[in-house]
């Protein structure tokens, strides 16, 4: 199971910023209503993640650092409608398998928890920890049993945008929740609960980008598409800032890509590029989100479906007599 794990975690965790997206999601599945995480050098030295979420027990805590231990599935049926980020079971053993991982827990309503460490996949110690409700996952020395995978991390600063990149990708899609990012014991990303989405842009986004967003919001039977888009004018010459969400995961689609371009079109000069957060809501059995163990990729069932919901999203904001 040990090299079954490490085998996994090439899939799951490449780098420092897998580890910042598989914790903070697991934060966000527990219900946190606040979530903080740490790094040092980028994340390879130290990734930690503290929510005041559910918690665990001390046998879930050791379930959870097995391989398939998902809590979250109970039956096919939920395997083609999944609504929490977890499923698979695989992110708390692959990231144990390659590094040092202490997790200390405490379910609410109790005044002690527990804490588990595990070092390459070998359990070293655990016990009893005095700590509030909540989960503690703290990540060291990520991929230093692997030279070979650990020598393709970038920079200390590369990984830390690419960290501080997941982190911003998740506080866009969950707005209720509180969120701060520290980087070598400095604040790099604060947002509160309840901001509104272009409340949390402005924290992330030029100024001027913000000053002039228009809200998308289109509804047609099971499906939604909703969140902003520049105005064409302000388009800039970048093109990382089209960002979509499918059923409030974050995902990378080249047809809602070009979906959105669709919908710009004739309005950018060369080189210039939409600026957009959209959310499709639509039914699950409408999308297979299983297509990679890190999930970002999805597949439609409908493709033309969906492009088209989305460029007349977009584009009946951009201009009112647009169609
Ligand atoms: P998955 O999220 O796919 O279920 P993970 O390996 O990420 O798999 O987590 C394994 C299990 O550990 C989860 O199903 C959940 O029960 C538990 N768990 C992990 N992180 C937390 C957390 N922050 N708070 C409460 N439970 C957690
Ligand atoms: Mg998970």
């Known amino acids: 199971p040990?090299?079954?794990?490490?085998?996994?975690?090439?899939?799951?965790?490449?780098?420092?910023?897998?580890?910042?997206?598989?914790?903070?999601?697991?934060?966000?599945?527990?219900?946190?209503?606040?979530?903080?995480?740490?790094?040092?050098?980028?994340?390879?030295?130290?990734v930690e993640v503290v929510d005041d979420g559910a918690g665990m027990l001390p046998a879930d805590m050791a379930l959870a650092v097995t391989r398939h231990a998902t809590s979250k599935?109970?039956?096919?049926?939920?395997?083609?409608s999944v609504q929490s980020f977890g499923f698979r079971g695989e992110a708390l053993p692959s990231i144990a398998s390659v590094s040092r991982l202490r997790l200390s827990s405490c379910?609410?309503?109790?005044?002690?928890?527990?804490?588990?460490?595990?070092?390459?996949?070998?359990?070293?110690?655990?016990?009893?920890?005095?700590?509030?409700?909540?989960?503690?996952?703290?990540?060291?020395?990520l991929l230093a049993n692997i030279p070979a995978r650990l020598k393709f991390l970038k920079t200390k600063n590369t990984e830390a945008k690419k960290c501080s990149e997941n982190f911003i990708r998740l506080a866009l899609a969950n707005l209720e929740v509180d969120l701060e990012l520290y980087s070598e014991g400095r604040s790099l990303h604060r947002f509160f609960a309840n901001e509104n989405l272009k409340e949390r842009l402005s924290r992330v986004w030029p100024e001027q980008l913000c000053r002039d967003l228009k809200e998308v919001e289109l509804d047609q039977g099971d499906f939604r598409v909703h969140g902003v888009a520049s105005a064409p004018e302000n388009a800039q010459a970048r093109g990382e800032r089209m960002l979509f969400y499918v059923?409030?995961?974050?995902?990378?689609?080249?047809?809602?890509?070009?979906?959105?371009?669709?919908?710009?079109?004739?309005?950018?000069?060369?080189?210039?590029?939409?600026?957009?957060?959209?959310?499709?809501?639509?039914?699950p059995e409408e999308?297979?989100?299983?297509?990679?163990?890190?999930?970002?990729?999805?597949?439609?069932?409908?493709?033309?479906?969906?492009?088209?919901?989305?460029?007349?999203?977009?584009?009946?904001?951009l201009d009112k007599n647009y169609f």
């Not at 599935?73 to 083609?80: K, P, T």
């Not at 809602?256 to 039914?283: D, N």
């Open 73 to 80: 599935i109970f039956s096919m049926q939920d395997l083609v």
């Open 247 to 283: 059923n409030n995961r974050a995902v990378k689609d080249k047809t809602l890509i070009s979906a959105l371009k669709q919908a710009y079109k004739g309005r950018l000069l060369s080189r210039e590029y939409p600026q957009a957060v959209i959310f499709l809501e639509i039914p």
């Open 2 to 46: 040990g090299l079954q794990n490490q085998i996994a975690a090439g899939e799951v965790v490449e780098r420092p910023s897998s580890v910042v997206k598989e914790l903070v999601e697991n934060s966000l599945d527990a219900g946190a209503g606040s979530v903080q995480v740490y790094l040092e050098q980028g994340g390879q030295a130290l």
């Open 107 to 141: 379910v609410q309503g109790r005044d002690e928890g527990s804490f588990l460490e595990i070092l390459y996949g070998d359990h070293l110690e655990e016990g009893p920890e005095a700590m509030d409700p909540g989960t503690r996952v703290k990540v060291q020395n």
């Open 287 to 317: 999308v297979d989100v299983n297509v990679h163990p890190a999930k970002s990729e999805v597949r439609f069932r409908n493709e033309k479906h969906v492009f088209s919901l989305v460029s007349r999203a977009v584009g009946k904001v």
